[in-house]
């Protein structure tokens, strides 16, 4: 069983820069393929973002590419992503995801709001 739990979400203004966490509980964080999803109001869930479990390798969706980085630090047991040049279409929740052949775990969200 993999806790994940988010933070780092708030309002920014347009242009601005905010930088989620993910913290996962456990000792086998540095086995699983982690993402970043997001949710915006009345929208499906997108996937933004991932990066496989020794991190040296990411993909991102066309929406963010250039403007967000994925980062893990698997001593720490944390997941970020970093974002840049934040738009009002950016405003959603954002989940981070836990994945590792047939598991599968979910953070709880959080709020990013992009607004003047």
């Known amino acids: 069983q993999v806790q994940l739990v988010e933070s780092g979400g708030g309002l920014v203004q347009p242009g601005g820069s905010l930088r989620l966490s993910c913290v996962a509980s456990?000792?086998?964080?540095?086995?699983?393929?982690m993402a970043w999803y997001r949710q915006a109001p009345g929208k499906g869930l997108e996937r933004v973002s991932d990066?496989?479990?020794?991190?040296?390798?990411?993909s991102y969706a066309d929406s963010v590419k250039g403007r967000f980085t994925i980062s893990r630090d698997n001593a720490k047991n944390t997941l970020y992503l970093q974002m840049n040049s934040l738009k009002p279409e950016d405003t959603a929740v954002y989940y981070c995801?836990?994945?590792?052949?047939?598991?599968?775990?979910w953070g709880q969200g959080t709020q990013v709001t992009v607004s003047s």
């Open positions: 995801r836990a994945t590792r052949n047939q598991d599968g775990y």
């Open positions: 456990g000792n086998i964080f540095n086995m699983y393929a």
């Open positions: 990066i496989n479990s020794a991190g040296n390798s990411t």
